[in-house]
């Protein structure tokens, strides 16, 4: 019969005793806990200054796109298939993929815009943030700078 008064006693006991040392680690003071706070907000505006900041330097699709489509070669090529199909086949690009965290880039294709079908001409990775263009060398299945690229086409 004690051990059923004593038990619950002593469990009661021990736990307010370990209850009262860590309400014991909670802030007595008032100005204590707006440093905290304050600290805590003075970090959150440095992350969101770095994360604004950062955000602002990335490119946005539209731009990706622009980039590819005002090469100079780009340019070349669609008028040059304009003038051998006499208007009848067109050139586009399109953008078709976004950046990831595993691939940092936008993917666009130039592509021959025909009545039945589309063929692809190009394919350029557009690096987010930077706006680097990298060329797919198809012979090689590999991305290439531009300036490779642009190598490539003199020979």
């Not at 005002?70 to 199909?85: D, F, H, N, W």
Request: aromatic share 8%; glycine share 2%.
């Amino acid at each position: 019969m004690t051990r059923l008064f004593w038990y619950p006693l002593m469990a009661s006991l021990l736990l307010g005793v370990t209850s009262h040392s860590d309400i014991h680690q909670i802030p007595q003071d008032h100005l204590e806990m707006e440093l905290n706070t304050s600290q805590l907000f003075a970090n959150l505006d440095k992350i969101s200054i770095a994360n604004l900041a950062q955000a602002n330097r990335e490119i946005n699709e539209k731009k990706a796109l622009d980039l590819v489509w005002k090469l100079p070669e780009v340019q070349r090529k669609a008028r040059e298939i304009q003038r051998l199909s006499k208007g009848s086949i067109r050139v586009a690009a399109i953008v078709d993929g976004s950046p990831t965290p595993n691939e940092p880039y936008y993917s666009v294709r130039v592509f021959e815009d025909q009545p039945d079908h589309n063929t692809t001409i190009y394919w350029f990775r557009v690096l987010n943030p930077s706006g680097k263009i990298q060329v797919l060398d198809i012979l090689e299945n590999k991305y290439i700078t531009l300036e490779a690229w642009k190598e490539q086409l003199k020979r």
